[in-house]
C-alpha cells in the first residue's frame, strides 16, 4: 500500500508560486501608490495644480511649420500645439522611411555586387554611419554643413520651381482651382485603378492556363502615367500651382521645408538606411545557394529566379527588423529638438512643459503618443509573423 | 552499308586568358559586366573628386600646432585641428580636470586601468580571465568612485555639475551596463516565468521602456524625478540621467538575454529537474551560463546603441563627449570651427562604436559551432 505523504504547505510548489505573485503583486501596487502619493504632495507643496484644465489655454508661443492645419499665435490653444506636435512627427516620419528604405535597399543590394569597389563603398557607408552618434549626425548636418554652406534667400540655389537656401527648401504646391473637375478626375483615375486590377486577375488566369505572360507591370505604370495626364486633361485641368516667390527675406507661399526638417530628414535617412542596409544583405544572405541552383534546374530564368525565388524568402527576413527600424526611425525624430524642428517632444515636452510646469500630464501624454505606435508595430510584427509562418509547410 | 555516323568533336574551346593575377582580378572584379565597368567608373570619380581634397584638407594641409585661432587664419586651407589640440583635456576630461592641473592625473589613471583590465579580456586564451571580469565589474567602479568623485582619502571631491567630456560619456555608459546587467537578467527570467503576474510586470516593463524615446526619458528624468521623491530627496543631474539611462537599457538587456534564453533546449531546464535542482539552482548552474554566452553579441549590440544614444543628455545640459566639443567650438576663441568638433567628437564614438561592433561579430563567428560556411 502506497502511504501517501502530505506536502507541507510552504514547500507545496502552486500555494508557493501563489505567494511569490501575491508579494510581487502588492510590492508593485505599494510602489506605485507611494510614488502616486509623493508625487501629489510635491505638485501641491510647489503649487502646480495637475490637471487637464491648461489644454484650453491659449499657448503664447508661435509655431512656424504646422503643413496641415493652421496655428495662429494669439488663438491655438495648448491641446493645439499637442496635434502640431504630433503631426510633426508623422510627417518627419513618413519622409525619412520613404527615403531610407529606397537609399537602404538600394545600398545592401550594391553590398552584395560582384564588383569589389561598388561592395567595399557600401560597407564603408554602412560601417560609418552606423557607428557615430545619431545626434552627432544630425548636428553636424544641420549647424556644421547646411547652415553656413547654404546661400541667403536672395541667392538660392534654383531647380526649376524649387529653391535651396539657408531656411529650408521651397517647392511648388498643388492648389485645387476647379473642385468640380478635380473631383470628375478623380472618379476618372478611380475607374483607371479599378480596370487595371481586373486586368491584372486576367491575365494572372491566362498565365495559369496558357502559361503566357504579360509585363501587367510595365502596362500599369505606362497606363497609370499617360493615362492620368490624359484624364487630367479631359477633366479640365483642375490644378494649379503655388510657385514660391522671392519676397524681401524669403520666399512666400509654395511649400516649404524648414532647414531643421531638411537636416533631420537627411540624417535620420542616411543613419536609418545604413542599418536597412544590413537588414537587406543579411535578408539575401540568408536564402541558402541551393533554392538559386533549384529554380536554374527547373528552367526558370535569371529574372525569374531573383523574382519568384530568390526575393520573397529575402523579403520574409528581411520585412520584421525593417519593421523595427521604422518604429526606431519615428522615436529618433524626436532629437528633432536639437535642431529646433517643431515635432512632439519639442514643442509639447519641451516648450509647453517649461510654459506650464504640467510635467505629470504632459510626459504621460507624450509618452503615451509612443507607447500607441510601438504597440501598433509590433501588431503589425506579429500579424506579419503569423502570416508568413502559415504560408511556409 | 549503311552510312556510319562519324563523332566529330567541337572544337576546343580557347584557354582562359588569365584566371590569375593582379590583371584578371581586375577583370573579373571591377569590370565584369558593362554594369559593373560603368559603375566602377562613377564610382571611381566619385572617389577622387571627394576624398582627395578631403585627406588635403584634413591632414596634410592642416594646422596641428599654435596655441590660438591665428594660425588657423592664416591658412584656411586645412582643417584647424589646433583648437581640438587646445582643448583636449576639457573634450576627454571636462571643465573640472581641465581647470586643475594637478588634478589630471585622476581620469587618466582611470582610463588606463580600465584599459588595462578590459584588454586582456578581449583575447581568448588569457589565464585568469574570470578574475579580470570580477575586477572590472565588481572593484572598478569602486576605484572609479573614489578616484573621479574623490571626498575621501585625501582627495578632493569633484563637481559633478563639471563632470564632462568623454570622461562623463564613459561613465554613463558604464554605469548603464553594469546597473542594467543584472536588472535585465532578471527582466529577462521574469518574462519567461510561468507565473502569470511576475510574467505580465516584466512584460509591461520592458514594454513600455523600450517603447518610450530615450530623449523622453530624459527629459522624465531630469524633470519629473525630483517630484517622485519625498523633499529633501535630492539628486544631482548625473545621477538622474543614469538613472534614466539605467532604466532604458535594463529593457533593451532584458530582450537580449531572452533571446539567449529561447536559444537553450527544454531539455536542458528537464535535465536539471531530474537531477533535484530547484529553480534558482537550476537557472544559476545550468540555464544562466549557456544563456549569457550565447546572447553576449546581442548584449554588446545593446551597449553598442547605448554607448551612441549617451550623447543625448547634451539636450538636458550635461557636458558630454558631443556638448563639450560643440561648447568648444562653439566658445569666442575658436567660433567657427563646428566641423572640427564634430569630426572629432564623431571619430572617438566612431573608434569606439566600430571596435565593439567587430568584437561581438568576431565572438558571434566563434560561438556558432555549427556554422555551415
Known sequence: MIERTRIPLHRDPKVRAMLVQALALIIVIYGFYSLFQTTVDNLVARGIQT????????????????????????????????????????????????????????????????????????????????????????????????????????????????????????????????????????????????????FARRAKVRFQETGQRLPVLWISLVAIVLGGYALYKIAGSPLGFDV????????????????PLFSLWFALTLYTAAF????????????????????????????????????????????????????????NSSLAVAVGYEELVAVWAGITLNQTGQALVIIGMTVAVYECLSLFTSFVLNWYNKRIQLTER | MPDAKIFVPAPDRAPPLNTLGPVAWVRENLFGSVSSSVATLIFLYLFFSYVPPFVEWALINANWTGTDRSICEANTAGACWTFINVRLEQILFGLYFASKPDELWRPTLIFILFFALLLPLLFEKTPGKKWLSITLLGVFPVVFYFVVYGGSFGIPQSNTTQWGGFLLTFALAFVGILLALPIGILLALGRRSELPVIRSICVIYIEFWRGTPLITILFMASVMLPLFFPAGVEFDKVVRAM?????????????????????????????????????????????LPQALKISIPSIV?????????????????????????????????????????????????????????????????????????
Open chain 1, 244 to 259: 514660391p516667390v522671392l519676397g524681401r527675406f524669403n520666399f512666400k507661399g509654395g511649400g516649404q521645408l524648414p532647414l
Open chain 1, 51 to 198: 490637471g487637464t484644465s491648461f489644454f484650453d489655454e491659449v499657448a503664447p508661443f508661435q509655431i512656424g511649420f504646422s503643413p496641415f492645419f493652421d496655428y495662429k499665435l494669439g488663438e491655438s490653444t495648448y491641446i493645439d500645439v499637442f496635434f502640431v506636435g504630433i503631426q510633426n512627427t508623422i510627417l518627419v516620419a513618413v519622409l525619412g522611411i520613404i527615403a531610407a528604405t529606397l537609399l537602404g535597399f538600394f545600398i545592401g543590394v550594391i553590398r552584395l555586387s560582384p564588383n569589389w569597389l561598388v561592395a567595399r563603398g557600401a560597407l564603408v557607408y554602412i560601417e560609418i554611419f552606423r557607428n557615430v552618434p545619431l545626434l552627432l549626425q544630425i548636428m553636424f548636418w544641420n549647424f556644421a554643413i547646411f547652415l553656413p554652406t547654404l546661400p541667403a534667400p536672395k541667392k538660392s540655389i534654383e531647380m526649376g520651381a524649387f529653391y535651396l537656401n539657408a531656411r529650408g527648401f521651397h517647392t511648388p504646391l498643388p492648389v485645387i482651382e476647379d473642385s468640380a473637375g478635380f473631383a470628375v478626375w478623380m472618379l476618372l483615375l478611380v475607374g483607371l485603378v479599378a480596370g487595371l486590377v481586373i
Open chain 1, 276 to 331: 536597412i542596409a544590413e537588414n537587406v544583405r543579411a535578408g539575401i544572405q540568408s536564402v541558402s545557394y541551393g533554392q538559386t541552383e533549384a529554380a536554374q534546374a527547373l528552367g526558370l530564368s535569371r529574372r525569374d529566379t531573383i523574382r519568384l525565388v530568390t526575393i520573397p524568402q529575402a523579403l520574409r527576413v528581411i520585412i520584421p527588423p525593417t519593421i523595427s527600424q521604422y518604429l526606431n526611425l519615428t522615436k
Open chain 2, 301 to 373: 549590440n545593446t551597449f553598442i546603441a547605448l554607448f551612441k544614444d549617451t550623447s543625448l543628455v547634451s539636450i538636458i545640459g550635461l557636458l558630454d563627449l558631443l556638448n563639450m566639443a560643440q561648447t568648444a567650438a562653439r566658445s569666442v576663441e575658436w567660433r567657427g570651427y563646428d566641423i572640427e568638433g564634430y569630426l572629432f567628437a564623431g571619430f572617438i564614438y566612431w573608434a569606439f562604436c566600430y571596435g565593439m561592433s567587430r568584437y561581438s561579430q568576431n565572438l558571434e563567428r566563434k560561438l556558432d559551432t555549427n556554422r555551415r560556411n
Open chain 2, 243 to 287: 538613472i534614466g539611462i539605467t532604466m532604458f537599457q535594463s529593457a533593451y538587456t532584458a530582450e537580449a538575454v531572452r533571446g539567449g534564453l529561447a536559444a537553450i533546449p527544454k531539455g536542458q531546464a528537464e535535465a536539471a529537474m531530474a537531477l533535484g535542482l530547484g529553480y534558482w539552482k537550476r537557472t544559476i548552474f545550468i540555464i
